[in-house]
Each structure stands twice: as C-alpha cells, then as structure tokens.
C-alpha cells in the first residue's frame, strides 16, 4: 500500500507554531507544581517518545542517572515543533526540537528555556537527502518544481534544505518552487522508492538501513553544508524551571550522563542495551532498525549548549523575514546553570 504524504503549507505551519500567551498559561498547571528548594518539586516528567528508538532521558533512567526521578510516558512524535509546543503549553514536563524551531516559539512569546542539547550533526549521525540511483538531481538548480519529504516543515529539514538551494545560487523566488512535504520517517524510503517524491530525508538508522537496501544515492547532507555541531535541544517551561530546579538539575545532569556513557561504551552493548529498553517497555515495536544505530551526534561535551548552535537559526529565520534581526539573541534562550557534566 502506498504511504500516504500530508502536504503543508510554511504558513499553515507557522500557524500551527504560534502560540498565544494564554494558552500557555491555561496549560501550565500540568507542568508547573513544586515549589522551589523548599517545597516538594515534581519527581516524575511527562514526555513523548519515538517508535523503535529510545531517547537519551529514556537511556539516562535505564543507566540509573535520573536517580529517583521517573519518566512517564504520554505517548510518541514524530515533531520536534509539537513536541516543544507540548512542553510549552504543559502537556508534557520537556519536549525537544530542532533550536530552529525553539527560536520561533520563543519568538511568539513562549516561556521556555533550553536546557541541554539532545541530538546533533556528525559523521555518524546526519540527515542525508537521498534521490533514487536513476535520478537527473544533481545539483540545486534540478530541484526546481521537484518535491522533498521530510518529517516535519519549518524545522531542521526545511532550513538545511533552504542553506543548500542558497549556497547553489537559487534565489528566494526560485526555492519556493520546491515543494517540501511532510513524510512520516518510517515511510519515507518507501515513498521515495515508488517515486512519489523526488527527495526524500533520511536520517540516522533509518537512513542506513535504506542505503544498505541499495538503489538511491545521496544529492547532500547536513554534515556536508555544516560540519559537527549540536542542533536541538529540550526545553522546559521557565516556571517548571524556577520551581523544581532540583528536578531540573538531575534530569539535566543525568541527560549529559546519557550522552557521554553512549561516547564512551562500545556501540554494540550501547545497541544491546537500547534494545533491552524497547523490549522492556512492551509497546510492540521493531528493534530492527536499532542495529544501525551510532551515534546521537551531540557535539558539545555532556550537551552543553554554545551561543553559536542558536546563532545560525537566528540569522536564518530573520533572513526568511520570521524574525526581527537583533529581536532575540542566544543568551535569552537556553542555559546551562542545571547541567553538572563537565562544569569548568
């Protein structure tokens, strides 16, 4: 059966991003309880997952670095930008999405604060745009009237996907004659294949399991255009964060653990291990595609996070005209006061 694509539009997006004040203040209550140092703070976080993949605070309660903070999770996305709205709106305790996106709900007047960085770009992990084997794209300029799947839009796919028509001298009128797709991850080598999309994105062990399949070739990735470097980050909501910095710090901490142990330990008992926590969880997954797995690419130690990894979506989103340049600026978005790994 042929997968089925969900166009959207930038602006209908956008739309979706874009949260009032009052909305995340009526959902706050969810993500808010504790008091401070002194009073109880919330001992168990609220969070999405991924289908067949186990996410660094679900590697960090396994390895025994959240101590007696427990994970409860409400359910799994394939959308950093819904995730972080979730945290925002107090659905959820901590969400993480691409720092692009971060910026954008911190421009609409959201609360949050990014805490640590949870994934990034590496020779090991990157997200490739894979054409079929047969395929006339060879450069930039064939992508004009051509469609590209990618999980979500307005997100680290699309502004990978927007630096690269740049560097390939499209002008802005130009690159708006490609049209990108949403394409649920699972899927897109499957939609790629039966050709009803002429690019699609594929990352991490997904992407090495379609190009151990063979058959497509890659046009660029985001390793290629940027190098290392960290690209999303969990956030919280500045009140969670003000009242259980307790909770914050030893999710934090125990995050950065997470990172580091997976560094250091060799990938097949890192893959063993995030095996046994699927199997453990019981929600009928594949663990298949776990033995592609190798690295989550954070590229500061323990995930700390650099004005620099925020500084280029700035720039990039007040070039597209989303922002107003010099509106935010690094420091007003993220912090590294509850992260205890490697301090100094």
Known sequence: MSAVLAPTTRRQFLTLLGISAAAVSCGTATAGGGSGPSGSQVTTLKYQGNVGAVTL?????????????????????????????????????????????????????????AVVSYYGVDEHAYSGYYVLEDSPIRSARDLLGK?????????????????????????????????????????????????????????????????????????????????????????????????????????????AKAIEWSRSTPREEVIARMTEIVKKRGRNEDTATLQYWRSYGVGETGGRIQDKEFRLWLDWLADRGELKQGGLKPADLYTNEFNGYGKG
Do not use: C
């Open 57 to 113: 605070p679900e590697l960090a309660a396994d390895l025994g670095y959240l101590g007696d903070l427990k994970l409860e999770w409400v359910g799994n996305t394939i959308s950093g930008p819904q995730d972080i709205q979730s945290a925002a709106t107090g659905q959820i305790h901590f969400g993480g999405a691409f720092n692009g996106a971060i910026v954008k709900l911190a421009a609409s007047k959201a609360p949050i604060k």
């Open 147 to 255: 469609k590209v799947g990618m999980n979500t839009l307005g997100a680290h796919s699309q502004a990978l996907l927007d630096i690269y028509l740049s560097r390939g001298g499209i002008s802005k009128a130009d690159a708006a004659k490609v049209e990108a797709l949403v394409v649920p991850p699972v899927n897109t080598e499957q939609v790629l294949r039966q050709k009803q999309i002429d690019v699609g994105v594929l990352g991490g062990v997904l992407r090495d399991k379609a190009l151990a399949a063979g058959g497509i070739r890659p046009l660029f990735s985001d390793y290629d255009l940027l190098g290392r470097f960290s690209a999303g980050s969990y956030v919280m909501t500045q009140r969670f964060i003000k009242e259980n910095p307790d909770t914050v710090r030893t999710f934090t901490t125990g995050v």
